[in-house]
């Protein structure tokens, strides 16, 4: 069964800790992205991998980081440094790392911070 | 860098009735792609136009891309409550390497 997998759906940190999303594909696509979407501001743009061991910086970077060891995951660190980091992320693929590809999106983690 | 306005933000209407969202981009945009979020879920793609003036139909949906390609529109015909949802237009980053999201119109619908 193909796709996009991040876990967990629901997460609950406090404020202060560092916290790990998981996004894993089996699609075999070469480019990775997480986006984060708060209500009413659509989805905005935190960091992207084109081919492994490389990524680039989105929009809202600041007070994320991620790494791309394998072509097949993309984790995602949310800081201490992230001022407001309760919201929806989503990660996504494409094949070829062309905007022009379709963008297949994982279910999604929300993430609240108390 | 690249930025797309999307109108309206919300959206309702009675079951039956016609929608129409729209997106607009100040400069020429390459192509654009549009996406629907289910309530709790994430987005699916619908469609991608990239000729000036391209008109495209699915179903109820038909999408067009302007003729100068820096507007597009979704306009659904007689909609249904399974049509719920957040629609969401995307564009291409300055580099060709990512896609900028409008900010989405989500649409209920009254039975």
């Known amino acids: 069964d193909g796709g996009i997998t991040q876990s967990p759906k629901y997460l609950f940190r406090k404020e202060g800790q560092n916290v790990t999303l998981s996004c894993e594909q089996n699609?075999?696509?070469?480019?990775m992205y997480w986006y984060r979407q708060d209500p009413g501001q659509g989805l905005r743009l935190i960091y992207y991998?084109?081919?492994?061991?490389?990524?680039q910086k989105g929009d809202i970077a600041e007070g994320y980081s991620v790494s791309r060891e394998k072509k097949e995951s993309f984790p995602l660190t949310v800081t201490s440094a992230q001022k407001n980091p309760t919201a929806f992320y989503l990660c996504?693929?494409?094949?070829?790392?062309?905007?022009?590809?379709?963008?297949?999106f994982g279910p999604g983690t929300r993430l609240t911070v108390l | 860098g690249q930025q797309v306005m999307q109108i309206p933000q919300y959206q309702h209407v009675q079951e039956g009735e016609d929608f129409t969202t729209y997106c607009n981009s100040s400069?020429?945009?390459?192509?654009i792609q549009w996406y629907k979020q289910r309530p709790g879920g994430h987005p699916v793609f619908l469609i991608q136009l990239v000729k000036s003036g391209e008109v495209k139909k699915q179903k109820r949906l038909t999408f067009q891309f302007g003729e100068a390609k820096k507007n597009s529109s979704l306009h659904i015909t007689a909609t249904q409550t399974t049509d719920v949802g957040t629609y969401f237009c995307a564009v291409a980053n300055q580099a060709g390497t990512a896609l900028i999201f409008g900010k989405g119109t989500t649409l209920s619908v009254s039975s």
């Open positions: 400069t020429t945009l390459s192509n």
């Open positions: 996504a693929s494409i094949q070829t790392g062309r905007a022009t590809d379709t963008q297949y």
């Open positions: 699609l075999n696509h070469d480019a």
């Open positions: 991998s084109q081919i492994v061991n490389d990524f």
